[in-house]
């Protein structure tokens, strides 16, 4: 097959779908025994789980950096087993966690790299790495020449992003894409990372150890536990107001009813239509869709026991009171 991947939505997103796959070792480890899971088009969905417990095996897998032992691997309608795996990782974003970027190369050069291999011209291959250049924040003018040494760490993973990009993959896999950076870069890239995603709506595939990251940024979670067994496959909210199983109860910790907060919205359907306070026009002011954890802080901050909340066109729709905040955790 010409690993040319089929069955994308409007977007180029291809669906995942992984069938009972496997991984046994040649020394008989079993990094992973039997994994299900459909990830549909443009959703990022999270593999988390503790040391050991194959989230990296997995991702691997799906571009064939390790052939599964058992198991079948769609991406759209195609077996990956059953595609040439060069032509396959050119078609697969692969970001991991410490870059990877040619150190004697330019950054334009570096974004390029899959474009070139693909034979494209030189002009394509340059407005191109512009192109993503200016996408993940970088100015072209001021970046392309640069070497990655000159770069900060945060910087060199945007690169890194952005050369996963640069042939429009179907399917993005990040492997701890943003554990190597300091915690205040770090949450600048996710930040911006949203920002791409939501613009370019790719399959993403991320692995990561830090939970709360995994609740930021995921459309789904996957929760593993050792062998790859899979233990709860949900929306963030879903999973941290009903652990499934006593195993991610332990993982999402005590502090899950705060997590919880930081990915619920203020919805219509926690408004009151009239605060208990006598002047509503001097309450603090909320969106709607603002995090139930942003509302909860505006409101402890200012000492009000209730916001106002406004819709897109700043019109108020009701009021929130900590209590229905508190009860929704």
Request: glycine share 10%; aromatic share 4%; net charge negative.
């Amino acid at each position: 097959m010409d690993g040319t991947v089929r069955d994308t939505d409007a977007d180029g997103a291809a669906a995942i779908t992984l069938t009972d796959i496997g991984k046994q070792f040649p020394d008989g480890t079993r990094a992973v025994q039997s994994l299900s899971l459909e990830i549909p088009a443009g959703q990022l969905v999270v593999l988390i789980g503790p040391s050991g417990c194959g989230k990296s095996t997995v991702l691997r897998m799906i571009n064939r950096l390790i052939e599964p032992t058992t198991g079948r691997i769609m991406l759209g309608d195609e077996d990956v087993t059953q595609v040439d795996p060069v032509l396959l990782r050119r078609r697969i974003g692969y970001v991991i966690q410490h870059v990877g970027l040619f150190p004697h190369q330019t950054i334009r050069a570096n974004v390029g790299t899959v474009p070139r291999l693909l034979g494209w011209q030189r002009d394509r291959i340059r407005r191109r790495a512009d192109e993503l250049l200016d996408l993940v924040g970088l100015e072209p003018g001021r970046y392309g020449k640069r070497y990655p040494h000159e770069l900060s760490g945060g910087q060199r993973q945007r690169v890194g992003v952005a050369r996963a990009l640069a042939a429009d993959p179907v399917v993005l896999l990040m492997d701890e894409p943003f554990s190597a950076v300091d915690p205040i870069a770090r949450g600048r890239l996710q930040e911006e990372f949203l920002r791409l995603q939501a613009e370019v709506r790719k399959t993403i595939v991320l692995v990561t150890h830090d939970l709360d990251e995994a609740v930021r940024l995921g459309d789904r979670i996957a929760v593993l536990s050792e062998g790859g067994r899979l233990e709860q496959y949900a929306a963030p909210a879903e999973l941290l107001g009903g652990p499934a199983t006593p195993f991610v109860t332990e993982f999402v910790g005590a502090d899950r009813a705060i997590r919880r907060l930081a990915v619920t919205p203020v919805s219509r359907e926690l408004l009151d239509d009239e605060p208990a306070d006598p002047d509503p026009a001097g309450l603090p002011t909320l969106a709607l869709g603002t995090s139930l954890y942003d509302a909860l802080a505006r409101l402890l901050v200012t000492g009000a026991e209730h916001a106002r909340v406004v819709d897109d066109a700043d019109q108020p729709v009701g009021v929130v009171s900590r209590r229905r905040i508190l009860d929704a955790s």
